[in-house]
């Protein structure tokens, strides 16, 4: 079955920087999307980034410019390079994959995904 444990996570003052890891299995990278989600406390689940299983990559406005998504395939890993981190960036990160429908951006849409990592709490100060 399709798992998907993240690490990484961590606390930092704003400006710093944190890479998250998201380890997968069950599934193969070639017909899965993959994303980064990112929920505050009290808040809904939402999109940050997502690899399409043909290799494109969407980011969500407030990150693109600071947060790099990238996949190491062959491994069946997914990353979330964060830098000049802001408070308003803190949360529980997970990582989540499912089938490609080839819509693009599938894997930004947290409801289509049924498969999720237990997350990684990312705490920025100011």
């Known amino acids: 079955q399709v798992q998907l444990v993240e690490s990484g996570g961590g606390s930092v003052q704003a400006g710093g920087s944190l890479r998250l890891s998201c380890a997968g299995s069950?599934?193969?990278?070639?017909?899965?999307?993959m994303g980064w989600f990112r929920q505050a406390p009290g808040k809904e689940r939402e999109a940050v980034a997502a690899?399409?299983?043909?290799?494109?990559?969407s980011y969500v406005e407030r990150v693109k410019g600071r947060f790099t998504i990238a996949r190491n395939s062959a491994k069946n890993t997914l990353f979330l390079q964060m830098n000049s981190l802001k408070p308003e960036d803190s949360g529980m990160y997970y990582c989540a994959t499912d089938w490609d429908d080839g819509s693009g951006g599938h894997c930004l849409v947290a409801r289509s995904l049924n498969y999720w990592g237990q997350g990684t709490q990312v705490t920025v100060s100011s």
């Open positions: 690899i399409d299983s043909d290799g494109t990559i």
């Open positions: 069950g599934y193969s990278y070639n017909t899965y999307c």
